[in-house]
């Protein structure tokens, strides 16, 4: 069956180094891939999404890079704060509407 | 995810009982979701509505649970005879139209069954 699910529940990060988040998937047919950004007692929040056909896409601070050959989804995050810290949990979408299919989640702790 | 409402953030019942989850959707938009979430896992799709159309339940328990997005209102989710399995934190989003890729969610309704 299809599933989106990630390699590390927890990353621990110190404050103004990179993070790097992964993620792997295993249905071809998504059309998009996104990453939410969840922090406690809140609801997610939308931080970027890419198509299948693209590669990387960038946005203010985080790049996200599809792999498709090897069904792997990543999310950098440049220069992370404390304020990053929070649950990170891809998700997927396919058809023509937003049902999109979350993965379990990682936790990003950012270390002053 | 400013602008989608929900109430009531923290809800208890007893079990047997019933729990009513609201959503206003952010203005403009007419598609909501209704995802589950429970404690340290993803969200996990229940429903998909329109209004006054429930375009795909798939994800819904076929029993006890029901939604609904009236043509006025907001939308609710309804949990009939509530067992302590049902405790979870229930997030609605929505969209502005069926293509949008971005969905908004709200901040969620923690539903607690004791």
């Known amino acids: 069956g299809e599933s989106v699910g990630l390699h590390l529940p927890t990353l621990s990060v110190q404050e103004g180094d990179n993070s790097i988040i992964n993620c792997a998937y295993s249905?071809?047919?998504?059309?998009?891939f996104i990453w939410y950004k969840q922090e406690s007692g809140k609801g997610p929040q939308f931080i970027i999404d890419i198509r299948s056909n693209m590669d990387k896409r960038q946005g203010q601070r985080v790049t996200v890079l599809l792999n498709k050959t090897v069904k792997h989804l990543s999310l950098q995050i440049a220069a992370t704060q404390p304020g990053d810290s929070a649950v990170y949990f891809c998700?997927?979408?396919?058809?023509?509407?937003?049902?999109?299919?979350f993965g379990t989640g990682t936790k990003l702790q950012v270390i002053p | 995810n400013a602008g989608v409402m929900q109430n009531p953030r923290h809800l208890v019942r007893r079990r047997g009982q019933e729990a009513r989850l609201r959503c206003s959707p952010m203005?403009?938009?007419?598609?909501v979701y209704w995802y589950r979430q429970l404690p340290e896992e993803g969200l996990k799709f229940m429903v998909y509505l329109q209004k006054e159309n429930i375009i795909d339940e798939s994800g819904m328990p076929k029993e006890r649970f029901s939604a609904e997005f009236p043509k006025e209102g907001p939308s609710i989710l309804r949990i009939q005879q509530v067992v302590r399995g049902d405790s979870a934190a229930y997030f609605c989003a929505s969209s502005s139209d069926i293509s949008g890729n971005t969905i908004y969610f709200g901040e969620g309704s923690w539903l607690t069954v004791v």
């Open positions: 998700a997927e979408k396919k058809g023509g509407y937003q049902k999109v299919t």
């Open positions: 203005k403009g938009h007419s598609h």
């Open positions: 249905n071809s047919a998504s059309d998009y």
